[in-house]
Every structure is written in C-alpha cells, then in structure tokens.
C-alpha cells in the first residue's frame, strides 16, 4: 500500500454533503482496503461490485479507486447496501452487507417493538409517551 486512505471529509467534498449513505460507503471501502491489504486502485487491480446506485458509491470510488470509466466498478443496483471487492493481484476478496433489520432491533428489541406500535397508532396514550417524539415521527 502505497497511500493512506482518503479522509472522510474528503468524501464529503467530493460527494457534496455528508449522509449515512455515504459513510456507509467509506466505512466499506476502508474495511476492505484494510482486510485485503491493498490501496486505493490506481489502474484495474482492484473491483468494487456495488449493488445500488445510492450515496455510498461515491465513498468507494473515491477511497478504493473505483470507476465505471476504469471498467473497475460494477454497478448492480438491486438496492442493497452490498459491496463486493475484489484484490486481483493476490486473488483475494470480501463481500460486505449492511444487516436488513434497522439498528435499534439490535439495540434494544423492546423499543424498537414500542415504535411500531406507535408508527402504526396501535399504542396505548401511556405507552406513547414512553417513546421519545423523534422515534415516533415518520421524518
């Protein structure tokens, strides 16, 4: 590895604004780089195979060096937050795939039972006002 990888910030300027999509998308470029020992690709040696078209994709073609011009970035947008990256120098690779329950399932299950009853309106007054405004809103 020749070059350290390329700042968050730096994904932000060249994305336009910071999103979770986006540090999806840096958090998954590092790791691989990390995991397969690699740099950013300076020519064809490393593929990224993205399956959605969402923010994240900048992450990655910034820090991994991937570009559908390069024909090193392979678009299939099956709207997953999936990236596979492939080290063809050492034949090497890793699949990273967000988890499809949302985050506070893993957090703390009971609560993430009481916001659906509160988004689907089937919660008690009593039980409404354990759930802060914020988890109960739809924005």
Do not use: W
């Not at 470029?29 to 078209?53: K, P």
């Not at 990236?83 to 506070?104: G, H, W």
């Not at 089937?122 to 405004?133: G, I, N, W």
């Amino acid at each position: 590895m020749t070059q350290s990888i390329k700042s968050y910030n730096e994904a932000v300027t060249f994305h336009g604004h910071a999103c979770p999509g986006l540090a999806l998308g840096y958090r998954a470029a590092e790791y691989a780089l990390q995991h397969l020992r690699t740099g950013r690709s300076e020519d064809e040696d490393l593929v990224a195979v993205v399956e959605n078209d969402a923010c994240g994709v900048d992450a990655i073609q910034l820090v991994a060096g991937c570009s559908v011009g390069k024909g090193n970035l392979i678009l299939q947008d099956f709207g997953k937050h999936a990236y596979t990256f492939i080290d063809r120098k050492s034949n090497r690779a890793i699949r990273l795939v967000q988890r499809p329950e949302p985050v506070i399932q893993r957090i703390d299950p009971i609560a993430a039972v009481l916001r659906g009853k509160v988004m689907d309106g089937t919660a008690t007054p009593a039980k409404q006002e354990r759930v802060p405004r914020a988890a109960g809103s739809s924005h």
